[in-house]
Antibody, heavy 123, light 112 residues
Framework: EVRLVESGGGLVQSGGSLRLSCGAS????????MTWVRQAPGKGLEWVAS????????SYVESVKGRYNVSRDNRKNTVYLQMDRLGPEDTAVYYC????????????????WGQGTLVTVSS | QSALTQPASVSGSPGQSITISCTGT?????????VSWYQQFSGKGPKLLIY???SRPSGTSTRFSGSKSGNTASLTISGLQAEDEADYYC????????????FGGGTRVTVL
């Protein structure tokens, strides 16, 4: 059974930092791209970041570039999202998800999702 | 990054068919076959419904189908059921120099 379990969310003051973790099981972790998607309260889904199988390739939505860093530890089957200089606009539920791949790279859809972790940034 | 454009809401009666549109550009939907659709119930995480425009993962009802024409993708729900009442999001790869993903704003489906 595939499982993705996020942790690390919580309440933080504006300007602060948080590190989210997502533990994976039930699939070949180092054979998968991983992605983070967030959802602000009452709003839609927003892609945040993706990371390649060995961590050498990363992509970010423009609004978090320079503030967020996605990383992974394939020995621990875990992907991380380090979030710095947080602002109220970063308040959201953050989901991690697996992105399917083929020989050419990611296939840009996520077939497994975690339950999400809530990040609240107070001003 | 501008989101893909979806109608805010679509409604239909049980048994009817409804279609949700998702409009992008030639840099995303129009240029690639990496369109996917997700279903989300209130308070729950998203669930993959359709990938690569029209493929269904195991577990997705055949009542859900996807298509694309030009810069617009569509999700059709046939034989609408009360349990289909949820939010639906489209997503696509966007060529912006890196491996970006873009979502639509979401469509609330109401079963009358």
């Amino acid at each position: 059974e595939v499982r993705l379990v996020e942790s690390g969310g919580g309440l933080v003051q504006s300007g602060g930092s948080l590190r989210l973790s997502c533990g994976a099981s039930g699939f070949t972790f180092d054979g998968s791209w991983m992605t983070w998607v967030r959802q602000a309260p009452g709003k839609g889904l927003e892609w945040v970041a993706s990371i390649g199988r060995d961590g050498s390739e990363k992509s970010y939505v423009e609004s978090v570039k320079g503030r967020y860093n996605v990383s992974r530890d394939n020995r621990k089957n875990t992907v991380y999202l380090q979030m710095d200089r947080l602002g109220p606009e970063d308040t959201a539920v953050y989901y991690c998800a697996r992105m399917k791949v083929n020989l050419l790279g990611p296939r840009y859809f996520s077939d497994y999702w975690g339950q999400g972790t809530l990040v609240t940034v107070s001003s | 990054q501008s989101a893909l454009t979806q109608p805010a809401s679509v409604s239909g009666s049980p048994g009817q068919s409804i279609t949700i549109s998702c409009t992008g550009t030639s840099s995303d939907i129009g240029g690639y076959s990496y369109v996917s659709w997700y279903q989300q119930f209130s308070g729950k995480g998203p669930k993959l419904l359709i990938y690569e425009v029209s493929s269904r993962p195991s577990g997705t009802s055949t009542r859900f189908s996807g298509s694309k024409s030009g810069n617009t993708a569509s999700l059709t729900i046939s034989g609408l059921q009360a349990e289909d009442e949820a939010d639906y999001y489209c997503s696509s790869y966007r060529n912006s120099g890196s491996r970006d993903v873009i979502f639509g704003g979401g469509t609330r489906v109401t079963v009358l």
